[in-house]
């Protein structure tokens, strides 16, 4: 009987064993399928002013070319807070926050000056579903505060208006528009007044490996001094993780197409984006 049972053991484990080694080489094939679809999707987040989404990106920008003479540079770095609150079922509440440090040197003069610029702050009631089209929207207040540590750094204005954001995305592109228009209602009374539109229309495409290509113009429109500045952007970002934690990395290049007289010609962007689980 022996002789019987223990060839047919060893068949049944040759043909068992094989079977579950490819059923578990599938399982993790699957897994790692998930994996990537879940960063696409948090890389196309990302490319979504009003995602539901807790990321913390630190931006840092270099231009070239502004000042009286041409010879000024600027450093800027922005650490830009979004953080999303739940409302109901219907709504969120994002929060977009801009924290500007600046140093500069040969724009005003031959002097330097560095510290922290006007911070901006923008509330975004948002959908929670898009329309029944697939637009993604949201609207609310944003808000100007003088927060400059050197009068060269800031407008001495307390600001405020609308803002506003519409985009689509389907097949891995992102595309839509944003705006923003200040108005000053108190501040240094000697200072020029704040009537800003900020408008910032964007086009984007994420591929499955994460990888984001953008083009965007982050237009300004002065009505007190009758003057647009106007950068256009192309940048390049990846997404990566580190252990658990999703990060991004972006590098891009800047061409102002129109700018005061002493605004600057070119510049570079580069930056980092921390995302944070909810």
Do not use: C
Request: no cysteine.
């Amino acid at each position: 009987m022996n002789r019987i049972i223990t060839p047919l053991v060893g068949f049944i484990a040759a043909a068992i064993l094989p079977s579950q080694a490819f059923a578990d080489a599938a399982a993790t094939a699957a897994e790692g399928d998930t994996a990537k679809d879940e960063a696409a999707e948090l890389a196309k987040k990302l490319n979504n002013p009003v995602a539901s989404l807790i990321s913390v990106p630190a931006q840092s920008n270099f231009d070239w070319g502004g000042g009286p003479t041409g010879d000024g540079f600027q450093y800027k770095l922005n650490v830009q807070p979004v953080i999303p609150f739940h409302l109901n079922d219907d709504w969120n509440l994002i929060s977009r926050t801009i924290v500007p440090y600046v140093y500069q040197e040969d724009i005003f003069g031959t002097r330097s000056q560095s510290g922290l610029s006007d911070i901006t702050q923008s509330l975004f009631f948002s959908p929670v579903s898009p329309t029944s089209g697939g637009w993604i929207w949201g609207a609310g207040p944003a808000f100007l505060l003088p927060t400059a540590t050197d009068d060269l750094l800031g407008t001495e204005k307390w600001a405020a208006g609308p803002s506003a954001v519409a985009l689509k995305q389907a097949d891995g592109w992102t595309y839509g528009a944003l705006v923003t228009q200040l108005w000053d209602y108190a501040g240094e009374s000697s200072r020029a007044d704040v009537n800003f539109t900020f408008l910032q229309p964007f086009l984007s495409y994420t591929t499955a490996k994460q990888t984001t290509v953008s083009l965007n113009s982050e237009s300004t429109y002065d009505w007190t001094a009758d003057q647009w500045t106007v950068p256009i952007n192309l940048s390049v970002s990846q997404l990566v993780k580190f252990g658990e934690t999703p990060v991004q990395f972006q590098l891009g290049g800047r061409y102002y197409a129109e700018a005061p007289a002493n605004g600057p010609d070119w510049g570079l962007r580069f930056s980092v984006t921390l995302l944070l689980p909810e």
